[in-house]
């Protein structure tokens, strides 16, 4: 079926100029790959948000595998992670061997808060996984200093929410890891996919670096002659993994630095047509938006909204949607129910009940085509079909 509104897999298009942009550059690139672009990049983007040292990677979930690989896990180390989230937040830990533990969701903001992630907490947590779902910054700022003190490490899954701020500063700043995506469906994209690792520790950034490119580091040997014994060395920095390649090439970089110095403008526009549905929505009690809290702001990645009806309904309001030209997406099944995850969780961990919140809200939920290209009359359109999908439930 052709649908008028498709769920598109572009998040922001490329402007035309930025083709003459790559094709003068290629005219006079010494490289492809692990050049002077991607050096360019990975300085411009720890300049706009602050951060201490930035790695470009071929993905986010090259990136997570990384942050992964440098935790080093020992056996019966936890992580924890909502379980209300895309699946690369989590299984790349199941890689590396560690057990994760699923936090619920605040029921207002979908995701995992100070209280969710607190309650989980064992001697035997590691490390805690902050997803900033849906471009919303995540209000488990509020226990950084409690898990620091602990030796917990923060890690922060900024995939979907690159220039939302928590306090006025830029998610992934507080975290001892924060992991971005480019990915094409992200409000920026390096063509098609891309990441960036933001790393704290120096020691962990200088052998994440190493890893990125087949673990490669020179021998030092024969400072006068570079090729003796061999052009490079090849070292495996942890005892849990080997090296990989998960380089970006320099047309990706080039793009993505591009796209960085329109980040704001692009957040505003998206900003403007999220605040238009809402407006829209704002007599309708039984179709919710994510709740904002005072301090936090969003990326305003997709749209997801709560319909507050019978889940035995929801069926019905997408084959509705559908019969309007509108494809509605369904995120994020909650990780526990795949059966890839079915070794990590204890049999605890799998009680629905404790993760209640989780399970009505995904019951609950559908997601509106959202990008860039669509019109206020589009969002209307859209919002609108909804609203009459709900009053035609048999």
């Given at each position: 079926m052709?649908?008028?509104?498709?769920?598109a897999?572009?998040?922001?298009?490329?402007?035309?100029e930025?083709?003459?942009?790559?094709?003068?550059a290629?005219?006079?690139?010494?490289?492809?790959?692990?050049?002077i672009?991607q050096?360019?990049?990975?300085?411009?983007?720890q300049?706009?948000?602050?951060?201490?040292?930035?790695i470009?990677?071929?993905?986010?979930?090259?990136g997570?595998?990384l942050i992964?690989s440098?935790?080093?896990l020992?056996?019966?180390?936890e992580i924890?992670?909502?379980?209300?989230?895309y699946c690369?937040s989590?299984?790349?830990?199941?890689?590396?061997g560690?057990?994760?533990?699923?936090?619920?969701?605040?029921?207002?903001?979908?995701l995992s808060?100070p209280?969710d992630?607190?309650?989980?907490i064992t001697?035997?947590t590691k490390?805690?996984?902050?997803?900033?779902?849906y471009?919303l910054a995540s209000?488990?700022?509020k226990?950084?200093?409690?898990?620091?003190e602990?030796?917990?490490i923060?890690?922060?899954d900024?995939?979907q929410?690159?220039g939302?701020?928590y306090?006025g500063i830029?998610?992934?700043?507080?975290a001892d890891?924060?992991?971005f995506s480019f990915q094409?469906?992200?409000?920026?994209?390096t063509l098609?996919e891309?990441g960036?690792i933001?790393?704290?520790?120096?020691?962990?950034f200088?052998?994440?670096?190493k890893q990125r490119?087949?673990?490669?580091t020179?021998?030092?040997?024969?400072p006068?002659?570079?090729?003796k014994?061999?052009m490079?060395?090849?070292?495996k920095?942890?005892?849990?993994?080997y090296p990989?390649?998960?380089?970006?090439n320099?047309f990706q970089?080039?793009?993505?630095s591009y796209?960085?110095?329109k980040?704001?403008?692009?957040i505003?526009i998206?900003?403007?047509?999220?605040?238009y549905?809402?407006?829209?929505?704002?007599n309708?009690?039984n179709l919710?938006?994510?709740e904002i809290?005072?301090?936090?702001?969003s990326?305003y990645?997709l749209l997801?909204?709560?319909?507050?009806?019978?889940i035995?309904?929801?069926d019905e309001v997408f084959d509705k949607m559908?019969s309007f030209?509108?494809?509605?997406?369904?995120?994020y099944q909650?990780l526990y129910?795949?059966n890839l995850f079915?070794?990590?969780?204890s049999d605890e961990t799998?009680?629905?009940k404790?993760?209640?919140n989780?399970?009505?809200f995904?019951d609950?939920?559908i997601?509106?085509?959202f990008?860039?290209?669509l019109?206020?009359?589009d969002i209307?359109y859209?919002?609108?079909?909804?609203?009459?999908?709900?009053?035609a439930?048999s």
């Amino acid at each position: 079926m052709k649908y008028r509104y498709p769920f598109a897999a572009i998040g922001h298009r490329l402007e035309p100029e930025i083709f003459d942009i790559l094709k003068e550059a290629n005219n006079s690139m010494s490289t492809y790959t692990q050049g002077i672009y991607q050096s360019k990049f990975e300085s411009d983007f720890q300049n706009k948000f602050g951060l201490k040292n930035c790695i470009a990677v071929s993905n986010a979930v090259s990136g997570i595998e990384l942050i992964a690989s440098e935790l080093d896990l020992k056996d019966g180390d936890e992580i924890i992670c909502p379980a209300h989230t895309y699946c690369a937040s989590a299984y790349p830990f199941l890689k590396v061997g560690a057990k994760i533990i699923w936090s619920d969701i605040n029921p207002k903001t979908w995701l995992s808060g100070p209280d969710d992630y607190r309650e989980k907490i064992t001697n035997k947590t590691k490390a805690i996984i902050v997803v900033h779902l849906y471009g919303l910054a995540s209000e488990a700022y509020k226990i950084y200093d409690e898990l620091k003190e602990r030796g917990i490490i923060i890690i922060e899954d900024c995939a979907q929410s690159i220039g939302s701020k928590y306090n006025g500063i830029p998610v992934g700043s507080y975290a001892d890891f924060s992991i971005f995506s480019f990915q094409s469906h992200k409000n920026i994209s390096t063509l098609g996919e891309g990441g960036m690792i933001a790393v704290t520790d120096e020691n962990s950034f200088a052998r994440m670096i190493k890893q990125r490119h087949n673990g490669h580091t020179s021998y030092n040997i024969f400072p006068d002659q570079h090729w003796k014994p061999a052009m490079s060395d090849v070292r495996k920095c942890y005892s849990s993994s080997y090296p990989s390649n998960f380089c970006m090439n320099e047309f990706q970089a080039i793009v993505g630095s591009y796209l960085l110095s329109k980040i704001d403008e692009i957040i505003s526009i998206r900003k403007k047509k999220w605040n238009y549905a809402r407006n829209l929505l704002s007599n309708q009690p039984n179709l919710l938006l994510q709740e904002i809290p005072e301090n936090s702001t969003s990326s305003y990645h997709l749209l997801p909204i709560r319909i507050n009806i019978d889940i035995s309904l929801i069926d019905e309001v997408f084959d509705k949607m559908k019969s309007f030209g509108i494809q509605c997406a369904k995120q994020y099944q909650p990780l526990y129910r795949y059966n890839l995850f079915d070794e990590s969780a204890s049999d605890e961990t799998y009680n629905k009940k404790l993760l209640k919140n989780t399970d009505l809200f995904y019951d609950q939920m559908i997601s509106l085509p959202f990008h860039e290209s669509l019109s206020i009359n589009d969002i209307e359109y859209m919002i609108n079909s909804l609203i009459k999908s709900i009053q035609a439930l048999s």
